[in-house]
């Protein structure tokens, strides 16, 4: 069964760093590309970051850039996301999608092949 579990999510205070996992079974990573996505309450869902099977990475949201790195592992089929300098605007659910393709789109793709669950982000004092 094809499935993507993220982990890392919690309660952290502005200024602090989480790093955000997502562990694929059932497939491995190495032909697909990866996407962060985060989904804000009351907002819509953004695509964050995205990275390819060579590890070359396409920012998609500004309000990450210099903050947030994308990153994979294909010997532990996991891709990472780490988050510094939080603050309450990146307060939100998580999730990790893959596409089977070499290179990330311009543009998040919001229709990707495989979801995973998400994992809630908290940033508040």
């Known amino acids: 069964q094809l499935q993507l579990v993220e982990s890392g999510g919690g309660l952290v205070q502005p200024g602090g760093s989480l790093r955000l996992s997502c562990a694929a079974s059932g497939f491995t990573l190495d032909a697909y590309v990866i996407t962060w996505f985060r989904q804000a309450p009351g907002k819509e869902r953004e695509g964050i970051l995205c990275?390819?099977?060579?590890?070359?990475?396409?920012n998609y949201a500004d309000s990450v850039k210099g903050r947030f790195t994308i990153s994979r592992d294909n010997a532990k089929n996991t891709a990472f996301l780490q988050m510094n300098s939080l603050n309450p605007g990146d307060t939100g659910v998580y999730y990790c999608?893959?596409?089977?393709?070499?290179?990330?789109?311009?543009?998040?793709?919001?229709?990707?092949?495989?979801w995973g669950q998400g994992t809630q982000v908290t940033v508040s004092s």
């Open positions: 999608a893959v596409d089977r393709a070499f290179y990330c789109s311009d543009s998040p793709n919001y229709y990707s092949d495989y």
């Open positions: 990275i390819s099977g060579s590890g070359d990475s396409t």
